[in-house]
């Protein structure tokens, strides 16, 4: 194919684009809905699997000991519980410190301070902190200590807790994954059928001429072309708008996530700059392979002269 002929078709697609351009403008609006809404997608995943990741990495199982237990005694469970593969760390808390961290998380109680204060005895035991090398570990341990000889040192166990606030992050963010994705495949599938019908008017407005060119000889690959071109400018064009839409709404989100998750690890603008090309790269080829085929698809009949 000659430069003068690339020029021609290119030339055609951008002609009948702005030919239509109301219908044009329509069918801009929906595949640029489909495609923010597809990035709104990834941005909830990123978000809530990032989330549950860093609260992954703050979560541990804190084992209470009795008042009476020996400090001996907790450092002979310390060594047991070390010596499990699925621990990644532990943490010990003496007695003394874990009243004094009682009574400044009771601060404000005066009431448990003066209670606090007229014992002869500490109240509280010493605690060990718990930090499994992967969440699923958890029950694990759990069940090696409650099956241990252990098991009657320790007061109380805290697992419970993080375990049902985890698996309540996990099913809200199915449930908005489930959402989101349900509402970009109807977007998509709009956008296919609104993409469809407009190729159609463009092809139906030049239905002599391409009855024509077909007479003179001209080959369905060229006939085809500037309506599939036509079709791949919809796709550039609505994904730089989405691109317009999606960068100020990640400025603006970013701040309140810093301050939801109160740390600056979840920096979601950093991992769309850092995955650009995977991310939007693929989008504008998926894009215009979608409309290539509709338009594809609504020239056929046309071709058979």
Known sequence: MTFY??????????????????????????????????????IINVVTDSAIEIIKNKIDVSLYFRPD?????????????SSLTQVKDLTYISQQQALENFKQAHKDDPTIIESLNELSENPIGATLQIKAKNIEDYPE??????????NDLILD????DNQTYIEKIKSFSDNIKTIA??????????????????????IYTHRQEIAIMKLVGATDH?????????GAFYGLIALAISLSIIYPFLNLIQPYINNFFLTDQLDIIAYFNHNFWQIFGVELLIIILLNIITSSIAIRRYLKV
Do not use: C, H, M
């Open 5 to 42: 002929s690339i020029y021609r078709i290119l030339a055609f697609a951008w002609q009948s684009f702005w030919r239509n351009f109301w219908l044009s403008l329509v069918t801009l609006s929906i595949i640029v809905l489909a495609a923010v809404s597809i990035n709104f997608l990834l």
């Open 69 to 81: 237990v020996t400090e001996i005694q907790v450092s002979e469970v310390e060594t047991y519980l």
């Open 141 to 150: 341990i759990i069940d090696i200590v409650n099956d241990s000889k252990y």
């Open 157 to 160: 166990k805290n697992f419970d």
């Open 181 to 202: 994705l349900f509402t970009s495949g109807i977007f998509i599938v709009i956008s296919l059928l609104i993409v469809f019908n407009t190729i159609r008017v463009a």
């Open 222 to 230: 060229f006939i085809r072309a500037p309506f599939i071109i036509e």
